[in-house]
């Protein structure tokens, strides 16, 4: 029995898209046991050890959850600082701008 080209064009659509169904479940399962096992790539500013830069000063704190949520005034002006409160690293460290003075 003869196939018409359609009907091989279709069915090679059909393996294609059946092979790359298989990939990207093995690239869901890999990341799911990556991130499960901890071996994930940090996010930025992870990894990094939270100290309080010289001159600078807690005004307030908040927790929600895990974390620790600082705003630290210092010379350059203010910050918003979150914190690992499981480990201690920063996880995310937001500067405010310093004001404008406005020229006259």
């Known amino acids: 029995m003869k196939q018409s080209a359609a009907y091989r064009g279709l ?3 059909v393996i294609i898209l059946g092979v790359l169904i298989v990939l990207g479940l093995g690239a869901l399962v890999t990341g799911m046991i990556l991130k499960f096992n901890g071996k994930s790539r940090p996010a930025s500013g992870e990894g990094e050890t939270f100290a309080l ?5 807690i ?4 927790v929600s959850g ?11 002006g203010e910050e ?17 701008a310093p ?4 020229s006259h």
């Open 11 to 13: 069915k090679a659509v």
């Open 53 to 57: 830069a010289p001159g600078s000063a």
């Open 59 to 62: 005004v307030s704190s908040e």
């Open 66 to 76: 895990s974390r620790l949520i600082l705003r630290v005034k210092n010379e350059t």
């Open 80 to 96: 918003i600082d979150i914190v690992d409160t499981q480990d201690g690293h920063l996880i995310s460290r937001i500067k405010a």
């Open 99 to 102: 004001p404008q003075v406005p």
